[in-house]
């Protein structure tokens, strides 16, 4: 049982870059969101979505873009990297509201 | 908009005591749900315990469990007999069960980094 998959584990852009980062997961949840955490902080969401084709802005949506066509796939868009953007990045899904988030291994990002 | 504070950026205790760490929210709803998560140096997310806002008994799991005061907005998570183990950062979250507005919205304080020392 896969549980949550992210990929890449790692990855560095160079300023203005673009890439996607993969969210998968076998569990049939509808709920999926992802997160960012900078050093020392908690998880800021970016995006969340309760179901295929529904998406909603999280607290921190600018520079980032989401689709969910699937109810298995949630990819996280980066268009136009920037510094600010390094961080570690989670992907987590949900059955419910009041489940278990079961979360990914984490993106670690660094644009330069 | 639903908050989650955690006032403590970091505590230590020392193996076998017991230790609180707070959590306050802030929201407007009735219907929700809050858990405590745990997050070792390997960076992956664990849940540790989980209250159901219409539920005024406070919940337990072994030598974890909350003092949950939904008046104050009011979320702690007491760790007994603490263990070596239980080093980690812990996060607070709040997540809306109403239907429509914020629900799926699940947020996150900034977390409590918790050192135990042998």
């Known amino acids: 049982n896969a549980g949550v998959t992210q990929t890449p584990k790692f990855r560095i852009l160079k300023i203005g870059q673009s890439m996607t980062l993969q969210c998968a997961q076998d569990?049939?949840?509808?709920?999926m969101y992802w997160y960012r955490q900078d050093p020392g902080m908690g998880l800021k969401l970016i995006y969340y979505s309760v179901g295929a084709g529904i998406t909603d802005k999280g607290e921190v949506p600018n520079g980032y873009n989401v689709s969910r066509s699937t109810t298995e796939d949630f990819p996280l868009r980066l268009e136009l990297a920037a510094p600010s953007q390094t961080s570690v990045y989670f992907c987590?899904?949900?059955?419910?509201?009041?489940?278990?988030?079961?979360f990914g291994q984490g993106t670690r990002l660094t644009v330069v | 908009a639903q908050t989650v504070t955690q006032s403590q950026p970091e505590m230590s205790v020392q193996e076998a005591e017991t230790v609180t760490l707070s959590c306050t929210y802030d929201?407007?709803?009735?219907?929700?749900?809050l858990f405590w998560y745990k997050q070792p140096p390997s960076r992956q997310m664990i849940l540790v315990i989980r209250?159901?806002?219409?539920?005024?008994q406070n919940a337990t799991e072994n030598r974890f469990s909350v003092n949950f005061q939904k008046a104050a907005k009011s979320f702690s998570l007491k760790i007994s007999d603490s263990q070596l183990g239980d080093t980690a950062m812990y996060f607070c979250a709040f997540i809306s069960m109403n239907y429509g507005g914020s629900q799926g919205n699940l947020i996150f304080g900034k977390g409590t980094k918790l050192s135990v020392k042998p």
């Open positions: 569990m049939n949840h509808n709920y």
């Open positions: 209250q159901e806002a219409y539920k005024q």
């Open positions: 929201t407007s709803e009735n219907n929700y749900y």
């Open positions: 987590a899904s949900s059955f419910n509201t009041n489940t278990e988030a079961f």
